[in-house]
């Protein structure tokens, strides 16, 4: 029975409520307002009105129209892209400008560029984030996996791990601790190429991102390096049928248990061409693949062990 009586009545927008102790203006009536508008009861006085439009701006129709509710928000800038971009040269319509207001301009983005950054922290985010967007572009990553590792970046900005590391090594170790997440493979060498970092720089930053963060990488396995070294090695589909079959069985009998990935995997590539008539070098393969031609030649007498 108190439920009943508490929700006797149900919310509707047009009922009328009281409003502020301000009586009218006109005669000192009684005023209510509703969702529509505030009015006098005794006068009918139209006090204020004012109907809100939770709806969309735009209309099914107005597709192509210009809107105003600007790019959504990415985790790839350190504003997540809140920030006013000041144009070159024309304005929003296209028209060219003066020279008067492209010089009044220049100076206006000169200012924005001093009191763009609030600290230190924010102008170092901001530089970690465009290494992460670089080293993503240059591998053909995709915006998703590119925007994972920018949070992976700022999580460890929030854990004060760059204190006494580089920027750039963090931002490579976040790129390859993201492709690990999502099982891309992808060579260490390369992406620590593209940082224009040492290499043992981004293996300490990966170790530290993985003992801090806990990131879920996946484990990597050959089989998932030959589609990648048979195209930069130009291999046929016959060779890169067999190498993958090669590597699969060796991950069914555990021979690839604490062995370089890749470097195995350029191994059944090597045995792969052999078997097809194709003699690949040791040198080429061990290229593609990172690694040394000793490498690549005791893993290709381990694969010769196991089909003999």
């Known amino acids: 029975m108190a439920t009943r009586e508490i929700y006797e009545t149900g919310f509707d927008e047009d009922v009328q409520t009281n409003s502020s102790t301000n009586p009218c203006p006109e005669c000192d009536g009684r005023v209510t307002t509703n969702s529509v508008e505030t009015v006098c009861e005794d006068c009918g006085l139209v006090i204020d009105e004012r109907r809100i439009d939770h709806g969309p701006e735009w209309r099914a129709h107005d597709q192509h129209e210009r809107k105003r509710t600007g790019a959504p928000l990415t985790t790839a800038r350190h504003d997540r892209g809140l920030s006013t971009e000041i144009g070159r040269g024309k304005d929003a319509n296209g028209n060219n400008l003066s020279g008067q207001k492209r010089h009044h301009l220049s100076r206006m983005r000169r200012e924005q560029r001093r009191g763009r950054f609030q600290s230190k922290a924010e102008r170092n985010l901001a530089h970690g984030l465009g290494e992460v967007r670089r080293i993503a572009s240059a591998l053909e990553l995709s915006k998703s996996v590119r925007d994972q590792a920018c949070q992976i970046f700022r999580s460890a900005q929030n854990e004060n791990l760059l204190r006494g590391r580089s920027i750039e090594a963090i931002a490579a170790a976040s790129v390859y601790g993201t492709c690990r997440c ?43 390096f030959v589609p990648r070294l048979a195209s930069d090695l130009e291999c046929p589909g016959e060779i890169r049928q067999r190498a993958q079959t090669l590597a ?49 030649r005791r893993h290709h007498e381990t694969l010769e062990e196991q089909v003999a």
């Open 182 to 224: 999502n099982g891309l493979s992808r060579l260490l060498g390369e992406i620590s190429k593209l940082a224009r970092v040492v290499e043992s720089r981004v293996i300490n930053a990966y170790k530290t991102l993985n003992e801090a963060l806990g990131l879920p990488a996946k484990p990597v396995s050959p089989s998932m």
């Open 248 to 296: 699969e069985q060796a991950e069914e009998s555990g021979l690839t248990t604490g062995v370089h990935p890749a470097g195995f995997a350029a191994a059944c590539l090597y045995k792969a061409g052999h078997e097809q008539g194709q003699w690949l070098t040791q040198r080429d393969v061990a290229e593609s693949g990172n690694v040394t031609p000793t490498t690549v």
